[in-house]
């Protein structure tokens, strides 16, 4: 089992930046890929970006591409989502996941087993 709890959420203004962290216990941080996903009220939870396993692949979303930045500190066990010049439409409920299977960054929500309890962005215009 992998364990997940993020942190970094809060309010900002539209252009503003926020660094998540998502801290792993459980298994290795080289045996799982990572993603991160987000879910707007009223929207189905979508992908952001995320790792393969071993980290050796990042993979971004086109909508956060350029703007968000993915990262993991392996002594650490944790990942982090660096989102940078934000929008109004960022705002939502953000997630980090786990998916044990190796090859190329799932991006499909099915294909995560292990889910942190989420933190809330907001991006004020």
């Known amino acids: 089992q992998v364990q997940l709890v993020e942190s970094g959420g809060g309010l900002v203004q539209a252009g503003g930046s926020l660094r998540l962290s998502c801290a792993t216990s459980?298994?290795?941080?080289?045996?799982?890929?990572m993603g991160w996903f987000r879910q707007a009220p009223g929207k189905e939870r979508e992908f952001v970006a995320g790792f393969s396993w071993s980290g050796g692949t990042i993979y971004y979303a086109d909508s956060v591409k350029g703007r968000f930045t993915i990262s993991r500190d392996n002594a650490k066990n944790t990942g982090y989502l660096q989102m940078n010049s934000l929008k109004p439409e960022d705002t939502a409920v953000y997630y980090c996941?786990?998916?044990?299977?190796?090859?190329?960054?799932?991006?499909?929500?099915?294909?995560?087993?292990?889910w942190g309890q989420g933190t809330q962005v907001t991006v004020s215009s």
């Open positions: 459980g298994r290795p941080f080289s045996s799982f890929a």
């Open positions: 996941a786990a998916a044990l299977r190796r090859g190329s960054v799932p991006q499909d929500v099915s294909e995560y087993a292990y």
